[in-house]
């Protein structure tokens, strides 16, 4: 369990990070005047979502694995998947998740 809880602690701040970056890549994109100098840094950022769509897929699959060797129900997966899809929200849900493990697995706490 060790291996799969430190890859969906790695995956969950991937995702984080590529989510909150595309998520201001978009505002600059479509908020600014077009031509503007963070206009066009929020165009460059674009494929950051093709990159945020493949790891999220692997994300997916992680967590679907981890809660059903933890034994958890399918709304925490549920959780796991949104919190994935709104920016900053996977921050809180990564910690809310390490620390449930942490304590039903105490094997997992000097980790």
């Known amino acids: ?65 981890l809660t059903q060797r933890a034994g958890w129900p399918l709304t925490r997966f549920l959780l796991m998947m949104v919190a994935g899809l709104v920016p900053g929200l996977i921050f809180w849900v990564e910690r809310r998740v390490a620390s449930q493990l942490r304590d039903e697995h105490p094997e997992l706490a000097r980790r």
């Open 1 to 65: 369990m060790s291996g799969l809880f430190k890859t969906y602690r790695v995956l969950a701040l991937v995702v984080g990070v590529l989510l909150v970056v595309g998520a201001i890549g978009s505002v600059l994109k479509y908020g600014l005047p077009d031509g503007s100098t963070l206009q066009r840094l929020g165009e460059d950022l674009t494929p950051v979502w093709l990159v945020h769509g493949w790891i999220y897929m692997i994300y997916v699959v992680i967590a679907f694995v």
